[in-house]
């Protein structure tokens, strides 16, 4: 597609259940990003994939959350157990790569509600 | 990573020129600064980027002096739709492979008629 595709635009959850959140990015782009975003907050990093790199965990809150990127494309953020603090928007974001002179191209996020 | 700074609000009227800057002392050598415009219920969108001097493109111009120390949006003739939050970033790369970049929690910039 034209822009960076992220579903479910929003999701309920009961607290303790697992949650997947999915990202397609803009084609070709090679790095991708997750980041989310609390209630009139700035943006937290999360996670950074480039290309086959090993991807940059350090933005990760807890051993509850996980994310994959399949073949280069696809990912999907898993937030194990959820709790109330979770609630957030989950903003993905991707780049063409290196060599790039603009900047991300974010998603319109994935609005999660713990309840 | 560089910090930045910056106003946690502004008001600007139609019509209005609005300058928005960002104190970020600690930029490297490395770094370029990105600015983004996020509005209600949507991800952030890049607006301009610069490493020094001034940049200028159909949305906005970008202004850095020479010690890149700070640098200011600046949105010419702004009209309603301009209400955002505005984010200054500073990070390694002219796009690409940027890692970690720190948003903070923005300008939010309201325009009244």
């Known amino acids: 597609g034209a822009g960076v595709s992220q579903s479910p635009s929003n999701k309920v959850t009961e607290k303790g259940k697992d949650v997947e959140l999915r990202c397609d990015p803009i084609?070709?782009?090679?790095?991708l990003y997750w980041y989310r975003q609390s209630l009139g907050q700035g943006l937290e990093f999360l996670i950074y994939?480039?290309?086959?790199?090993?991807?940059?965990k350090s933005g990760l809150p807890s051993d509850r959350f996980s994310a994959e990127r399949t073949g280069g494309s696809v990912s999907t953020l898993t937030i194990q157990r959820t709790q109330q603090e979770d609630s957030a928007v989950y903003l993905c974001?991707?780049?063409?790569?290196?060599?790039?002179?603009?900047?991300?191209?974010f998603g319109s996020g994935t609005r999660l509600t713990v309840v | 990573l560089a910090k930045t700074t910056q106003p946690i609000s502004m008001d600007s009227y139609e019509g209005q020129e609005v300058n928005i800057t960002c104190s970020h002392n600690n930029i490297a050598t490395n770094d370029y600064i990105t600015w983004y415009q996020q509005f209600p219920s949507q991800g952030p969108r890049f607006i301009i980027q610069g490493y020094k001097t001034k940049v200028t493109n159909e949305v906005a111009s970008l202004f850095i002096p020479a010690d890149r120390k700070s640098s200011t949006l600046s949105l010419p003739r702004v009209s309603l739709s301009d209400t955002a939050v505005y984010y200054c970033l500073v990070g390694e790369g002219s796009g690409g492979s940027q890692g970690n970049l720190i948003f903070g929690k923005g300008t939010k910039l309201s325009v009244k008629p």
């Open positions: 084609s070709g782009h090679t790095a």
């Open positions: 994939f480039q290309g086959n790199s090993a991807p940059d």
């Open positions: 974001a991707s780049l063409p790569g290196p060599g790039a002179d603009y900047g991300y191209t």
